[in-house]
Nanobody, 125 residues
């Protein structure tokens, strides 16, 4: 089973930056990683995903402000967040899904079977 542990969340003023990290351990064969977030009273939404081939996809609200990347060994995934807005306030989760061959990019949360416990991001105006 895959384990994921997020870190790097915190409180920041609007316009500031944060860098989230996710350490992946356990079985990690043919897996794609992603970041999701959920604010109180709202549905979980996809933030960013990256495939082993390096292709990425972002949620429409990102608007060029965030960048997802991964370590060469695929065991750490990062989310660099710049120009943060109050509406970015949420619990941010790292997740893993099974993929292989020529995997399509996906931000459908139901396709991700393994999840971390989350790291809180709070943006003040």
């Amino acid at each position: 089973q895959v384990q994921l542990v997020e870190s790097g969340g915190g409180s920041v003023q609007a316009g500031g930056s944060l860098r989230l990290s996710c350490v992946v351990s356990g079985e990690n064969y043919r897996r794609c990683l992603g970041w999701f977030r959920q604010a109180p009273g709202k549905e979980r939404e996809g933030v960013a995903t990256i495939n082993p081939d390096g292709r990425t996809q972002y949620g429409g609200f990102v608007e060029g402000r965030f960048t997802i990347s991964q370590a060469p060994d695929k065991n750490v995934v990062y989310l660099q967040m710049n120009s943060l807005k109050p509406e970015d306030t949420a619990m941010y989760y790292c997740a893993s899904r099974q993929c292989g061959g020529r995997p399509l990019l996906s931000l459908w949360n139901h396709e991700y079977a393994f999840w971390g416990q989350g790291t809180q991001v709070t943006v003040s105006s």
